[in-house]
């Protein structure tokens, strides 16, 4: 049973390749700044589109860009109602003349 035994370093544990000679992707440095007051920086690629926000490493809440870099506010449509729709079919003279023969239909079957 010893013959079938690992030997040397943990499985995984550690790589023996030597980072000479090697040239690493071209990168930039972000950072971000808390609510909570934590600051830290993420690294990414040269090519990478910088995200606005990112979750904090310490306490889990939306970090912010300590640049400044703030995301364009949207234009927020009001909700829609179903009055909204129905206006924009029908006219307040048409709807008084539905109301006016939908209640002559109710009262004619009471």
């Known amino acids: 049973m010893a013959d079938?035994?690992?030997?040397?370093?943990?499985l995984g544990s550690r790589s023996f390749e030597d980072e000479t000679g090697v040239e690493f992707a071209p990168r930039r440095e972000v950072a971000f700044d808390c609510p909570s007051g934590h600051h830290f920086t993420v690294m990414f690629s040269e090519e990478a589109e910088l995200p606005l926000?990112?979750?904090?490493?310490?306490?889990?809440?939306?970090?912010?860009?300590s640049d400044g870099t703030r995301a364009?506010?949207?234009d927020v449509k009001p909700a829609r109602t179903h009055y909204d729709m129905l206006r924009e079919r029908?006219?307040?003279p048409e709807l008084e003349e539905l109301i006016a023969e939908r209640l002559e239909i109710l009262r004619k079957n009471e």
């Open 4 to 10: 079938r035994a690992l030997r040397g370093s943990g």
């Open 53 to 65: 926000e990112w979750e904090c490493q310490k306490c889990g809440k939306t970090a912010l860009r």
């Open 72 to 74: 364009e506010e949207k």
């Open 90 to 92: 029908r006219s307040i």
